[in-house]
T-cell receptor
Framework: DAGVIQSPRHEVTEMGQEVTLRCKPISGHDYLFWYRQTMMRGLELLIYFNNNVPIDDSGMPEDRFSAKMPNASFSTLKIQPSEPRDSAVYFC???????????FGEGSRLTVL | GESVGLHLPTLSVQEGDNSIINCAYSNSASDYFIWYKQESGKGPQFIIDIRSNMDKRQGQRVTVLLNKTVKHLSLQIAATQPGDSAVYFCAESGGGSNYKLTFGKGTLLTVNP
């Protein structure tokens, strides 16, 4: 299996622009998680899905952030409009039901100028 | 003065020595714990996990110890190798239907050849 696949790996954009991060979970995994990692705050859970349904989005920082999972093999995290403080590495992770292990992607490093 | 960013605890060891990385957690309801390893530029990678009904679990060269009385978790790495150099995170979950993993701030392990 190719593992969790994220794109883009790096994105540099200007304040105010829309950013879309993409994730393909491991096939057969029922849970998908979006995390954000910064030096200041470490790894923070933003939102997670079970069977494509958002279960807990309490970590989403503001209304500028939104996440969707239209099917079992694809999820997006969108920031509109982006701000410099959104600069971070965004990780997607997936897991199978009845297992605890999260499999992480390689991350998307976002820089907002 | 004001902290610019996370000051990661660091541990520096000589190749071949044993390493012990510690983690304190605060949620007494947590019943599932995981250790992750994160190399520079990569996503976190699962090392070992333990449930709260156990106090010790061993893997290949790694051992996790759980002390629920003082809410403390440790990761022991035997015969540390340069490839073990990374940031190590503990994570906890409330278990049941709660699959939110809350990550600690991490410890930077440096192995000197």
């Amino acid at each position: 299996d190719a593992g969790v696949i994220q794109s883009p790996r790096h994105e540099v954009t200007e304040m105010g622009q829309e950013v879309t991060l993409r994730c393909k979970p491991i096939s057969g995994h029922d849970y998908l998680f979006w995390y954000r990692q910064t030096m200041m705050r470490g790894l923070e859970l933003l939102i997670y899905f079970n069977n494509n349904v958002p279960i807990d989005d309490s970590g989403m920082p503001e209304d500028r952030f939104s996440a969707k999972m239209p099917n079992a093999s694809f999820s997006t995290l969108k920031i509109q409009p982006s701000e410099p403080r959104d600069s971070a590495v965004y990780f997607c992770a997936s897991k199978a039901v009845n297992t605890g292990e999260l499999f992480f992607g390689e991350g998307s490093r976002l820089t907002v100028l | 003065g004001e902290s610019v960013g996370l000051h990661l605890p660091t541990l520096s060891v000589q190749e071949g020595d044993n390493s012990i990385i510690n983690c304190a957690y605060s949620n007494s309801a947590s019943d599932y714990f995981i250790w992750y390893k994160q190399e520079s530029g990569k996503g976190p990678q699962f090392i070992i996990d333990i449930r709260s009904n156990m106090d010790k679990r061993q893997g290949q060269r790694v051992t996790v110890l759980l002390n629920k009385t003082v809410k403390h978790l440790s990761l022991q790495i035997a015969a540390t190798q340069p490839g073990d150099s990374a940031v190590y995170f503990c994570a906890e979950s409330g278990g049941g239907s709660n699959y939110k993993l809350t990550f600690g701030k991490g410890t930077l392990l440096t192995v000197n050849p």
